[in-house]
C-alpha cells in the first residue's frame, strides 16, 4: 500500500519520468512483496516506462528477488563482478546467468567467455587492495536489522579504527528496535548512518543514554515525515537531549530560514579558503562542512586500504596510504614494500616550523575522574580548570563513528583538569578530564 500510495502521488502531481527504479539498499524486500510491488508498477504505468530493481545480496535473497521481479515484468536489473559482487554489493553476473538460464529473460546478449574474462582482469586489478571479509559474505540478521549494503563496510572499517569491530554483532541486534522506534525511515544515507550512530551509541554507553543528532532530529520531523509516526517516548528523549521541539514544518521551509545552509554561505567560505566556488564544490561543503573544505584542499585523509589477501596479512607486508596515532596526534604515512622508491619532492622554500599545540591547562587534578566512554577523536573542548558546571553541562566533545558524543559533568562542581587537546585521538577509558 505505502508503494502504491507512492506511485499514485507521483503520477498525480504530473512529474514526468520514462524510468522508475525501486531500490531495496539493503537487500531485505523478500521476493513475494517484490513481485507484488513491480506488478503493481507495472499495471499502473503500463509497457512505456523502464522498470528496475536494485537490490543487494547482503540477506541471502537477491537471486529470487530479481526472479521475481523479472516475472512482474521489470527490465532491468543490478549486478555485480567478482571479487566485489555478493554480500554487501549485487549477486554475480555468472549468478544471475545461471539463475536464467533455460528462460526467456535476456541480461544483455552477455557472453559468458568475456564475463570469465573480465572478472579474472577486475580480480588482478583488486589484488592489493583489502576487502573485508563482512563485504562479501550473507547475513541471516539483516532482514531483521536492515542495514544498507554501502553503509555496512563504511561503518565496519570505522570500527576498525576505533578498536571497536568486537561490538558489530551488538549493533545490527540493536537496528531492528532502533528502525522500529524511530519511525522506518528508508534505510539508505543519511538516514541508513543515523541507524548505526543511535544503534553504536545504545550498545557503547547503554540503552537511550544518548541520542545520536541525526536520529534525534529526525525522529523530531527536521528531515520531514517518516514513514510511521516516531515512537513518543523516543520523540520526547530527542527534545530534552538536542534541547529542540518536534516540528511539522516543511524541511525546505527550515533549510532556507537558516543562513548556514544558503548557497550564500558557502560561497562565502569558499572564497574566503581560496577554494573554486562550482556548483560541485558549493554542494561538497555545504553537505560535510569542515571535511568537505578539507578534502577540497587536498588535506582530507586517504581512506584507500591495501594488503595482500584481502587484509588477511598476517606475517606479511603492507603497502600503501595509513594513519597512524602518536602521542594521540594522527598522521599519514605511506609504506612500501620491499625495495620500492617512494618519490619525495622537497618544496620550493624550507616550511615553517609547525606550531606546537599549547600545552594542556591543569589546575591539579580533581578527586572525580572523567574517563571516555568510546575511541574517537576530541573535537570540541567547552570548559577550561576553574570553570564550575552544572550535572549534565558539557565539557567537551568527541567525534567518533561520524557522531558526536557528548562528555559531561556527572555532577556540579569545579573542572580541575584537562587531560587532552582538541583533535587529541583517544581511547576506550582515557581520562579526558578531572573535577570536584
Known amino acids: 500500500a505505502f508503494y502504491e500510495k507512492t506511485l499514485r502521488n507521483m503520477l498525480d502531481a504530473g512529474i514526468e519520468f520514462d524510468s522508475l527504479c525501486f531500490k531495496d539498499a539493503s537487500g531485505t524486500a523478500y521476493p513475494n512483496k517484490v513481485y507484488e510491488t513491480l506488478s503493481m508498477a507495472r499495471k499502473l504505468l503500463g509497457e512505456e516506462v523502464h522498470l528496475r530493481l536494485h537490490t543487494h545480496e547482503t540477506a541471502g535473497v537477491s537471486v529470487a528477488a530479481y526472479l521475481a521481479a523479472l516475472e512482474a515484468g521489470a527490465n532491468g536489473i543490478d549486478m555485480a563482478a567478482s571479487p566485489v559482487s555478493g554480500g554487501t554489493s549485487q549477486p554475480d553476473i555468472l549468478t544471475m546467468l545461471h539463475a536464467t538460464k533455460g528462460t526467456n529473460y535476456n541480461l544483455g546478449d552477455l557472453k559468458l567467455e568475456k564475463v570469465l574474462k573480465y572478472e579474472e582482469r577486475l580480480k588482478e586489478c583488486l589484488a592489493e587492495y583489502m576487502i573485508p571479509a563482512e563485504a562479501t559474505q550473507v547475513s541471516p540478521l539483516i532482514p531483521f536489522s536492515p542495514m544498507p549494503g554501502g553503509a555496512l563496510t563504511a561503518n565496519t572499517q570505522m570500527m576498525r579504527d576505533d578498536n571497536s569491530l568486537d561490538k558489530f554483532d551488538e549493533v545490527i541486534s540493536e537496528m531492528k528496535e532502533v528502525v522500529e522506534r524511530g519511525g522506518f525511515g528508508t534505510s539508505v544515507t543519511p538516514v541508513s548512518q543515523f541507524y548505526w550512530q543511535q544503534a553504536y551509541a545504545n550498545v557503547m554507553f547503554g540503552k537511550w543514554k544518548q541520542i545520536a543528532p541525526g536520529y534525534g532530529r529526525m525522529v523530531l520531523g527536521y528531515f520531514g515525515k517518516t514513514p510511521v509516526e516516531a515512537d513518543a517516548e523516543i520523540i520526547a528523549l530527542a527534545s530534552e537531549k538536542l534541547k529542540l521541539e518536534p516540528t511539522a514544518e516543511n524541511p525546505l521551509d527550515l ?182
Open 255 to 436: 533549510a532556507d530560514a537558516t543562513p548556514e545552509k544558503s548557497i550564500a554561505h558557502w560561497t562565502k567560505v569558499l572564497e574566503e579558503e581560496g577554494l573554486e566556488t562550482s556548483e560541485e564544490n558549493i554542494f561538497i561543503a555545504a553537505a560535510c562542512d569542515k571535511k568537505g573544505i578539507a578534502f577540497l584542499k587536498g588535506e582530507g585523509p586517504l581512506m584507500i586500504r591495501k594488503g595482500k589477501n584481502n587484509g588477511n596479512c598476517e606475517g606479511e607486508e603492507m603497502s600503501g596510504n595509513y594513519t597512524v596515532v602518536v602521542d594521540g596526534k594522527q598522521y599519514s604515512v605511506q609504506v612500501a614494500e620491499g625495495d620500492a622508491d617512494i618519490q619525495i619532492t622537497p618544496s620550493a622554500t624550507p616550511a615553517a616550523a609547525a606550531t606546537p599545540a599549547a600545552p594542556v591547562a591543569r589546575g591539579g587534578k580533581g578527586s572525580i575522574e572523567i574517563n571516555s566512554q568510546t575511541p574517537g577523536n576530541v573535537w570540541k573542548i567547552l570548559k577550561a580548570p576553574g570553570d564550575s558546571v552544572n550535572e549534565g553541562e558539557q565539557i567537551m566533545i568527541l567525534e567518533a563513528m561520524k557522531m558526536e558524543i557528548d562528555i559531561v559533568a556527572e555532577k556540579a562542581g569545579v573542572i580541575k583538569s584537562i587531560e587532552v587537546n582538541t583533535n587529541d585521538a583517544v581511547v576506550d577509558g582515557q581520562l579526558l578530564a578531572t573535577m570536584e
